[in-house]
């Protein structure tokens, strides 16, 4: 029998803020080991949108494929984070398609429309809500991560929907993991106003707009999301790793508060903007191919 060592390659040098375009896993293995503070991310969702790119997540033929394949990317992760780090991860939900292969455009939301969709997972039924934000929460906590919160993320202006026989959903999943039983958390920094017109910590569910931004044609992860997780967890010149970087939200509000930040971003279009938003130099963009 032929034995052969794998030898992970040498970590690349992180030296300020930087945006890595490529493969989330891929470019993840190359990080330091406990080199970031705080994970602040939102994977695309299950057979929610085609991006129209080699190697996108979310479009999995199998529910369990998808599940998989973020969980080993979050393992890679831990490894990237301090023993007192923290990850924080939004993951929307969905319905079964009821095996229809598209996705018909709602007249309140024409950007929904998909020509191909993944098959109902087995065991569900027509019209099933999925549950996919606990089902990865589980599958993580399984993978050894500690569950530390449940933050429900409410949508004042939630996006209208056509249907008739069930409440609109108006609320994501925002899931505060840690990689230690202790880790770095300033309840200080993100105390809110309370009734009685006094400061408390801050409660699980968060009143939160979406955001449009121009150029995405859909709403972004949402700055006013984002700030609390980064102040609480993280502390001034502490690394902040977004590895689903979009066009670069997280790496905004780093900016506004002295984080140095690192985005791994798949799609050239996003990257694109995100550094026109940061105003990120050339050398500070790096394109990895597989």
């Known amino acids: 029998m032929k034995k052969e060592k794998i030898i992970r390659p040498q970590p690349f040098?992180?030296?300020?803020?930087?945006?890595?375009?490529?493969?989330?896993?891929?470019?993840?293995?190359?990080?330091?080991?406990?080199?970031?503070?705080?994970?602040?991310?939102?994977?695309?969702y299950w057979?929610?949108?085609?991006?129209?790119?080699?190697?996108?997540?979310?479009?999995?033929?199998?529910?369990?494929?998808?599940?998989?394949?973020?969980?080993?990317?979050?393992?890679e992760v831990?490894?990237?984070?301090?023993?007192?780090?923290?990850?924080w991860l939004n993951i929307g939900d969905g319905y079964t398609s009821g095996n229809?292969?598209?996705?018909?455009?709602?007249?309140?939301?024409p950007a929904r429309a998909m020509s191909i969709r993944p098959d109902t997972p087995k065991g569900l039924k027509p019209k099933d809500l999925i549950g996919i934000p606990w089902r990865l929460a589980f599958a993580l906590q399984e993978d050894g991560w500690y569950?530390?919160?449940?933050?429900?993320w409410n949508k004042p202006n939630a996006m209208p929907e056509s249907v008739k026989d069930r409440p609109i959903r108006a609320h994501e999943y925002l899931f505060m993991f840690s990689k230690s039983e202790?880790?770095?958390?300033?309840?200080?920094?993100?105390?809110?106003?309370?009734?009685?017109?006094?400061?408390?910590?801050?409660?699980?569910v968060w009143d939160v707009n979406t955001q449009a931004f121009p150029g995405a044609h859909f709403a972004t992860f949402p700055s006013s999301l984002i700030e609390p997780c980064i102040l609480a967890t993280t502390r001034a010149g502490?690394?902040?790793?977004?590895?689903?970087?979009g066009s670069g939200t997280v790496g905004v509000?780093?900016?506004?508060?002295?984080?140095?930040?690192?985005?791994?971003?798949?799609?050239?279009?996003?990257?694109?903007?995100?550094?026109?938003?940061?105003?990120?130099?050339?050398?500070?963009?790096?394109?990895i191919a597989i």
């Open 13 to 44: 040098k992180i030296d300020g803020s930087i945006i890595f375009e490529g493969d989330s896993l891929h470019i993840l293995t190359r990080l330091p080991s406990e080199s970031v503070q705080c994970i602040v991310t939102s994977p695309p």
């Open 47 to 75: 057979g929610l949108r085609d991006y129209g790119i080699e190697g996108q997540i979310g479009l999995e033929e199998s529910l369990h494929q998808f599940l998989n394949k973020l969980v080993a990317i979050f393992s």
């Open 78 to 87: 831990k490894r990237v984070l301090k023993p007192d780090g923290v990850l």
């Open 100 to 109: 229809r292969g598209y996705r018909a455009p709602d007249k309140k939301n």
């Open 147 to 152: 569950l530390r919160s449940d933050i429900v």
């Open 182 to 204: 202790k880790y770095y958390y300033d309840r200080d920094a993100v105390k809110e106003l309370g009734a009685n017109g006094k400061l408390r910590n801050r409660r699980s």
């Open 238 to 245: 502490d690394y902040v790793l977004d590895p689903f970087f």
């Open 253 to 287: 509000v780093c900016q506004v508060h002295d984080r140095p930040y690192i985005g791994i971003e798949l799609h050239p279009k996003y990257v694109a903007m995100a550094a026109e938003r940061l105003t990120v130099l050339h050398e500070n963009i790096i394109r």
